[in-house]
């Protein structure tokens, strides 16, 4: 009896860890999600010339790249003793302005006057002969019970 209790505890307290030992890894991979999301989806860096930057810096265009495609610094080639050059950081390439709401609102303005359809809607003829049908068969009903009552 008294090994059938010490196994049942065995087996309580195994199953207790294992669903103790899911939690923390669930809460883990949600920990590691939400700092992953939490990342912005676009960093870019812009090069800043030094003072004395190489004609291969100045000839690049100051537009934000993408992490993985701006060069190393310094740039091979340079002709510069110490380079001055630097990234600088953006979280965003886009420059802020969403163009989508400005067209939005155009749309909206002129599709808000536009009757779309081109063919008449059948849907009216439908249902009123769904509603005559209907109320002929009430009228009909209606007659078949005064009859029987009299």
Known sequence: MTAIL?????IASGCWYLLY????????????????????????????????????????????MLLDQ???LPLTGCDVAK???H??????RRSGVD????QMLTKKST??????????????NSIQATYSKQTTMALKRKQLARNVNR
Not at 45 to 51: N, R, S, Y
């Open 6 to 10: 010490i196994v049942g505890a065995a």
């Open 99 to 102: 163009r989508r709401v400005q």
């Open 70 to 72: 701006a060069p190393i």
């Open 21 to 64: 030992r899911s939690q923390q890894r669930l809460a883990q991979q949600l920990t590691a999600l939400d700092a992953q999301l939490a990342k912005p989806l676009f960093r870019c860096v812009v090069i800043e010339a030094g003072t004395e930057a190489c004609t291969q810096i100045r000839s690049l265009p100051a537009q934000p």
């Open 111 to 124: 599709l808000a006057n536009a009757n779309k359809r081109f063919v008449k809607d059948r849907r009216i």
């Open 83 to 85: 380079c001055g050059c």
């Open 87 to 92: 990234f600088i950081r953006l979280d965003d």
